[in-house]
Each structure stands twice: as C-alpha cells, then as structure tokens.
C-alpha cells in the first residue's frame, strides 16, 4: 500500500507561474491511497477508483489515454519499460476533489508509487515527481509544478519554477492587458514569500500572519478571491487568527488561517458558521 498527503500553499500562489517563489507543506491529515492485488494471467491492469465508482481498465499502454489514473498507469509503465502487468490497483482519497489541496497530484503520485513497486522498480523523487507533473498538465494545462513538488516530497517546500510566464486563465488575462503593472503584483507577492521564509524559520508567527493578510490582498487584486473567501478571511481575523489569505488557485478552494493553538477550535466554529463546508486544524512544519 502506497500513500500521498494533500498539500496547501502557505504564499505566492499564482505569481509563482510568473517566476516568484512559492512555499508549500504537506498536509497529511488527508490521504490518497493506493492498494494492488495480483490477478490471472492476461486480465491485464484494472484501476479501481473506490471514491468516484470508477473501473478502469488498461491492456494497451501505448494507446494515448485522457483519464488521469490511466495516463499515471501509462505514463508508469511506458518509463519503465515494462510489460502491463496482471493487476487490480484500488485508489481512494480523503482529500476533497477540486479543493485546491493537490488531490489529483496526490492520487496519482500514490497510485505511481503502487504500480511501480509492484512490477519491482518503485518510482521516487525527481522521477516520481517528473511523472506526476506529467499528469498535472491533463488537470491545469501549464502548472507551475508545485502542487507535485511538495507531494512527491512530502516536505515543506520553497519553490521556483524553471520556466516562467506559462499561465492561466483570469490572471493571464489581466497580465497580457497589462503586464507593467501585474508583474509589479507579483513581484510584492514575491518580497512577501521571501520575506516569509526567514519569519517562518524563526517561529515569528505575528509576521508571518501579516504577510498572509498582505499576500490575501495582493490575490484579491488578482481578482482570484470570492465573496465567500474574502468572508472567511475577514472571519479568521475577526476571531483572533494571527493572519488569513486564500490558498491555491482561488474562486472557491480553501482559505488558510494562522492561529495559536488554543485559539483553532474558535476560529473553526466562526468558519463553519460563515458558510465553510469543512474546516481542519493541522500543524504545519513538523512531522
Ligand atoms: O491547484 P491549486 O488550486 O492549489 O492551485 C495551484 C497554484 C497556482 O499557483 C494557482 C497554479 C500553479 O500551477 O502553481
């Protein structure tokens, strides 16, 4: 049985597709998991989507396939160079879908980690991670990378992007009309995480709440936030968090809030009762 923890962004989301640094943690309260058992000879590889009631089957793997677990299947085997083996993988995830909480670079990433141990060449780091970016791009198009990144790794990462200026949607929009003064944005956003990490280092948890709330701000201007979002991080701050911004690509996802431990279960309840449909209390920088 293989594993991959969700993952959130604590700043410099979507400027990180414009060169900046980002920094992400993983979050291991939620899971995707990945499970194989051996089948007959010649029943070829089956992907067992628990949570979506999918069932999926693979014999071919050159044909080009547009499922993401297929593809991760595809992408596995064609690396490997290996014959498709007699297989039935179970894949189940407690990371919410489509919630800006890596589920679909932690499905994949699991189900990698599963298929490539059991045909005897299990798959990590940078090749793991090469993999799984791969999927990426069927979800997000032109992904910086992160969300994999910081999956794969199942660390704390401070990330740059090799490539720049490969975006998406809305925010590509507003930089080609003006890319003067969104590239000043993210430049801010880019001070602020790198700002962060010598606060985030040192245990500075006033600072670092501040640069949320800057960071919030700067991606309410990029127009990625929501009235619901822009709610809850005013709710966060109301109810003492240290600081609160959005996490990930935005217009709906996750807002993250900065908070002293005897202080969570308060803020939680202020987010539920602001129209959160699920909160969590994690720890972030220590395993
Ligand atoms: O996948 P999400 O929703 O966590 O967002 C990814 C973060 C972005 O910076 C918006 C896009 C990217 O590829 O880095």
Redesign the pocket.
């Known amino acids: 049985m293989h594993h991959a923890p969700a ?1 959130i ?1 604590l700043f410099g ?2 400027a ?2 414009y060169g900046q640094p ?1 920094i992400a943690v993983p979050f291991t309260a939620l899971q995707a998991t990945a499970d194989s058992e051996p089948t007959p000879p010649g029943t070829g590889l089956t992907i067992i989507a628990s949570d979506l009631q999918q069932q999926l089957h693979i014999k071919d793997a050159d044909t080009m396939l547009d499922n993401a677990l297929l593809r991760s299947a595809q992408l596995t085997l064609n690396k490997l160079n290996v014959p498709t083996p007699d297989l039935n993988i179970t894949v189940s995830s407690t990371i919410p879908l489509a919630s ?3 589920s679909g670079a932690a499905v994949s990433a699991a189900l990698i980690r599963e298929l490539s141990a059991a045909v005897g060449c299990p798959l990590e780091g940078d090749e793991l991670n090469a993999l799984v970016f791969e999927v990426e791009k069927m979800h ?1 198009g ?6 994999n990144t910081v999956i794969v790794k199942g660390a704390p990462v401070y990330f740059i992007k090799a490539s720049t200026r490969e975006s ?1 949607g809305a925010v590509r929009e507003l930089y080609d009309n003006d890319p003067d003064t969104y590239q000043g944005f993210f430049e801010e956003i880019g001070a602020i995480v790198k700002e962060a990490r010598g606060h985030i280092e040192h245990g500075n948890l006033n600072d670092i709440g501040h640069l949320m709330n800057r960071n919030h701000h700067l991606l309410n201007i990029l127009t ?1 936030s929501s009235p619901l979002l822009n709610t809850l991080v005013s709710t966060a701050r109301e109810t003492g968090a240290l600081g609160a911004k959005l ?4 217009r709906g ?1 996750n807002v993250i809030a900065l908070v002293e431990p005897d202080n969570a279960h308060w803020v939680a309840d202020a987010f539920r009762e602001a129209g959160a449909v699920r909160t969590w209390v994690t720890t972030v920088g220590k395993s």
Request: glycine share 30%; net charge negative; aromatic share 0%.
């Open positions: 993952k962004i989301e979507h990180v597709v980002a800006g909480l890596g997000h032109t992904p910086s990378g992160i969300d998406v990625v996490s990930g690509g935005g996802g």
